[in-house]
């Protein structure tokens, strides 16, 4: 047998050494921390079955189809003891740019995740490698990679893996660098040492609930989507309710004034990563230039970027009624009017709700 097919035998691992390795390799990856947890989120799976119970899920109901797979990471990949959760920061300009902006009715406001490229292959790219590290070091195991991708209850991981804590408004932060981050992870199979969870620091805190334009955090550390502006901007499909069109202001895509009012994310530190910075204008564009995009131009300025999964219709939906919300001017009313007979009776009604705002139909 040539002696390149003679397996490899590997040391029994020292966990210890390699949990402070992993973590090593990842900051050598870009990522800014690394934590890992054991499996059991019986914690989580009680609330999570709460808010599914009370229907804060809305139309997102794969939310419910993937029943315990969620909470229970040994039920989606067999095997796994530990979920190795990493954090990479996305914030690509401060908190002043994003205020300017909200403040601004003629422009149009994204939520900062979405203004670079979308960020799901890069940060599973990254994941695999740290995983083909331990690989190199420990041999062949079980593990398995997940940005978002599947039934992951990854803020409940990261919680339990040191970090953050989930805050009143449902998102995790961290202390040193608030709340701006994505989160991706690795499933695996080695018994590793797990991390300490950290303390919730949002003690009597609760602008996050105040400064909500639709009172989506309806109490404390419970989000009712179908209110939330990233839902109902993203993943509702069909008209946005009319009790909370002028709540959205100018925000087209997504939200992140509960984010943007915690006081921890004054440590939010900006990106590194040039992929996330903006691309096409998204960080200075009108309302009005965004809403002149033809389905062509939409494709063209969207290719790599998460809001191309809305499409140009609900791109179109969204736009109308923060021009609704806009100045009453005539290159806005113009605007409006130069889609009245759109061939999408969605868009048609949202640019006729946004006329009437205008006092014009
Ligand atoms: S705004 Fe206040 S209550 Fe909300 S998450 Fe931040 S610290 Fe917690």
Redesign the pocket.
């Known amino acids: 047998m040539p002696s390149h097919l003679h397996p490899v035998s590997f040391p029994p691992p020292d966990y210890a050494a390699l949990a402070d390795q992993i973590k090593a390799w990842g900051r050598e990856l870009g990522f800014q921390q690394v934590g890992i947890a054991d499996i059991d989120l019986a914690a989580a799976e009680r609330r999570l079955a709460e808010w599914l119970k009370a229907g804060f899920h809305g139309e997102m109901a794969y939310m419910e189809r993937h029943g315990r797979k969620r909470s229970r990471p040994a039920e989606l990949v067999p095997g796994t003891l530990r979920v190795i959760s990493a954090r990479l920061d996305y914030l690509p300009e401060d908190r002043s740019a994003m205020r300017e902006r909200l403040d601004d009715p003629a422009a149009a406001f994204v939520s900062r995740y979405a203004l670079g490229r979308d960020y799901h292959k890069l940060l599973r790219k990254r994941l695999q490698r740290l995983a083909e590290r331990i690989q190199e070091k420990v041999g062949p195991r079980g593990h398995r990679v997940f940005t978002d991708s599947a039934p992951v209850l990854e803020k409940a991981l990261a919680e339990k893996a040191g970090l953050g804590w989930i805050?009143?408004?449902t998102?995790l932060?961290d202390r040193h660098a608030g709340?701006f981050f994505f989160l991706g992870e690795i499933y695996t199979d080695l018994p590793l040492p797990v991390d300490a969870p950290v303390r919730d620091?949002?003690?009597s805190?609760?602008?996050?609930?105040d400064v909500c334009p639709t009172r989506a955090i309806v109490a404390?550390y419970r989000l009712d989507a179908r209110r939330c502006i990233s839902y109902l901007t993203i993943e509702l499909h069909g008209p946005i309710p009319e009790e909370f069109r002028a709540a959205l202001g100018n925000r087209v895509y997504g939200c992140d004034d509960?984010q943007l009012?915690?006081?921890?994310n004054r440590y939010a530190r900006l990106t590194e990563e040039t992929d996330f910075l903006p691309r096409h204008g998204l960080n200075s564009a009108t309302l009005i230039e965004l809403f002149a995009w033809d389905e062509a131009a939409f494709l063209r300025n969207t290719e790599g970027s998460a809001i191309r999964r809305i499409g140009h219709e609900r791109w179109l939906r969204n736009i109308a009624v923060a021009l609704g919300n806009a100045r009453t001017e005539p290159k806005v009313v113009a605007a409006l009017r130069a889609r009245l007979e759109h061939p999408s009776e969605l868009v048609r009604e949202h640019v006729a709700w946004a006329l009437a705002r205008h006092e014009l139909v």
Request: hydrophobic share 25%; with cysteine; aromatic share 4%.
């Open positions: 805050g009143k408004h998102n932060i709340s620091h949002c003690g805190c609760t602008a996050c609930l404390p509960c009012v915690c006081p921890w």
